[in-house]
């Protein structure tokens, strides 16, 4: 799929951690754009897959919540944990996530802090 863009990431932590403690923490993570409810922002920027075989760029290039920010999530599935290392694979929409959604997700987030102007139209 042209759009999707499909890594595999291995992370070693200072300490064991478990596959649950770290679903746990990637499934509650939020940051100021889901705080300020920005409409941009999906209501979970990172959406945990528990099936074997996904994230698939056919299946979930689109994760996102509301449907305004379909493509704005990062999937991350097929995670595995072993003593102090991790690992996984994530998923993001090239275009969406990546260049126009990300581009107008910081505009919103640079509007509502107040740094950059608002525009008001006539």
Do not use: C, W, Y
């Amino acid at each position: 799929m042209k759009d999707g863009h499909l890594q595999s990431v291995t992370v070693e932590f200072p300490a064991a951690v478990s596959a649950g403690e770290i679903t746990g923490a990637l499934s509650a993570f939020m940051a100021e754009p889901q705080r300020l409810a920005l409409p941009s922002a999906p209501r979970h920027p990172i959406v945990v897959r528990s099936e074997a075989d996904r994230p698939q760029p056919a299946l979930d290039v689109q994760a996102g919540e509301p449907e305004r920010a379909r493509g704005m999530a990062v999937s991350v599935g097929r995670l595995r944990s072993q003593g102090k290392r991790s690992s996984f694979f994530l998923l993001v929409h090239n275009t969406v996530r990546g260049a126009a959604g990300g581009s107008v997700l910081n505009a919103e987030l640079a509007a509502q802090q107040n740094l950059i102007p608002r525009v008001r139209h006539a």
